[in-house]
C-alpha cells in the first residue's frame, strides 16, 4: 500500500499540556510519526512520499467537513496569539475559559475579538497546544488523508496517511484531544465524493473518535463505529456511549462499542468482529480506518492490553471486510513500539488482502 508522510508534522511541537491541574510533557510528540516511518523504511509495505494533492482541492476537500469560521480561526491562530503578547511568541496556545454548550447560556454565534475567548469557543480541552506550526502541520495530514482518498478511489486496494497531529476527536468546529483537523473524516468524505456509495468509517483507537461521530452523526451514507475504552471512566468522557445511535436521517448509522478499562485482546477482538459485522450489514463499497496504537498494553495514557504480536491479526481481520481501505494515523503514545505495532497491523492487512 502507498503511505502518504506528512513533511510538515515536526512543525506542530508542544511543549506541555494541562493535566490534573498541573502542566506535563506532551504524549503526542514527532518522535511517534518518526519512528513509525522508520519500521516502514525497513519493512517496506510499498512507495513512501509526501502528499501531491492541488491547494485548491485541499481546502474544498477540508471546507467539506469543517465550518469556515471555525477554519478562518485556525490558519491565524498562532499569529493572533502572538499579536495578543509578543512573549506568547515562546509559550503554546492553550484555552482556559469556555463557553460549555448552548443550553448553559453561553453565547456561540458572537466571535470573541479577545482570542483567549475565541480559542475557548473553539476547543474542547486544555490539553491540545496549538503551536507555530500546526496550521501548517494540520493542513499537510489533511493533504495525506486526501491523497490517501484519491488513491484508492483510483482503484488500489488500500492506501495509508502517516500524519501527525490525529484528527479523530476534531469536530465541525472544534479542535481537542491534540486534534485540529479530522483527518479519517476529510478522507470519508472524499470518498463519497470521489462516487463510493456508502463509506464506512471503522476507529480502532483507544479512545472515542467523537469529532468523527458529531461529523456523520445526522447522515445515513457514512456509518461511524467506534470500538474504544468506555466513556464513563476514559477520555473523551462526553461522548462514546451506546446508547448513541445516531439521529434523524442518520438514526442507526453509529454504532459505539465501549469497552472496560483492562479489556484484553480476546475481548477487543469480538467487539472488532461485531464492528465488522456492522460494516458488512451497512453494504458498505469503502473503509476508512482511523489507526490508533494506544490499546497496546506499553501505552502510557491508555488502559488495553493488546501485544505487539496481536496486531498482524487485527490487520488480517480488517482486510476480511474486503474493502477499499484508507488508514490514518490517530494515537499510540508508546513511542518505541509504535512504529513495530503499526506496520504489524498494516503488513498484516496487506497479506490478507
Ligand atoms: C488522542 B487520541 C492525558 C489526558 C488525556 C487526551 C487524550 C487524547 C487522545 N494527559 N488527554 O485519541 O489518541
Ligand atoms: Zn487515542
Request: hydrophobic fraction near 45%; charge should be negative; aromatic fraction near 10%.
Amino acid at each position: 500500500m502507498k503511505t502518504f508522510h506528512n513533511p510538515h508534522h515536526a512543525g506542530h511541537v508542544g511543549q506541555q499540556e494541562m493535566f490534573r491541574g498541573r502542566m506535563v510533557a506532551c504524549h503526542e510528540v514527532p518522535a511517534r510519526l518518526d519512528f513509525v516511518l522508520a519500521e516502514l523504511q525497513r519493512r517496506p509495505l510499498g512507495p513512501l512520499a509526501p502528499p501531491a494533492v492541488d491547494a485548491a482541492a485541499l481546502d474544498a476537500a477540508i471546507a467539506r467537513v469543517h465550518g469556515a469560521r471555525y477554519l478562518a480561526f485556525l490558519a491565524t491562530a498562532w499569529d493572533d496569539w502572538v499579536a495578543m503578547d509578543p512573549a506568547n511568541s515562546q509559550r503554546d496556545a492553550l484555552p482556559s475559559v469556555w463557553p460549555l454548550a448552548n443550553r448553559h447560556g453561553f453565547r456561540h454565534d458572537v466571535l470573541p475579538h479577545n482570542f483567549a475567548a475565541r480559542l475557548g469557543l473553539f476547543s474542547f480541552d486544555s490539553g491540545s497546544p496549538l503551536t507555530a506550526g500546526t496550521w501548517a502541520a494540520a493542513r499537510g495530514g489533511a493533504a495525506c488523508a486526501l491523497a490517501a482518498a484519491q488513491t484508492v478511489a483510483g482503484g488500489e486496494r488500500s492506501a495509508f496517511a502517516l500524519t501527525r497531529p490525529p484528527g479523530h476527536h476534531a469536530g465541525p468546529d472544534f479542535l481537542g484531544g491534540y486534534c485540529f483537523l479530522n483527518n479519517a473524516a476529510i478522507a470519508a468524505q472524499a470518498l463519497r465524493d470521489a462516487g463510493h456509495a456508502r463509506v464506512a468509517v471503522l476507529d480502532v483507537d483507544y479512545h472515542h473518535g467523537n469529532g468523527t461521530q458529531t461529523i456523520f452523526y445526522e447522515r445515513a451514507d457514512v456509518l461511524t463505529v467506534s470500538l474504544h475504552g468506555d466513556p464513563a471512566t476514559e477520555y473523551p468522557f462526553f461522548l462514546g456511549h451506546a446508547d448513541e445511535r445516531g439521529a434523524g436521517a442518520g438514526t442507526g448509522f453509529n454504532l459505539n462499542l465501549p469497552l472496560p478499562r483492562g479489556t484484553g485482546v480476546q475481548a477487543w477482538r469480538a467487539a472488532l468482529d461485531t464492528a465488522l459485522r456492522a460494516v458488512g450489514d451497512f453494504g458498505a463499497d469503502a473503509l476508512v480506518v482511523p489507526l490508533g496504537l494506544d490499546t497496546f498494553e506499553g501505552d502510557p495514557i491508555s488502559g488495553f492490553t493488546l501485544k505487539t504480536s496481536d496486531y498482524a491479526a487485527v490487520g488480517a481481520a480488517l482486510a476480511g471486510a474486503g474493502l477499499p481501505t484508507v488508514f490514518t494515523f490517530e494515537g499510540g503514545y508508546a513511542v518505541d513500539e509504535v512504529g513495530t505495532n503499526a506496520v504489524n497491523l498494516l503488513e498484516g492487512f496487506q497479506r490478507a488482502a
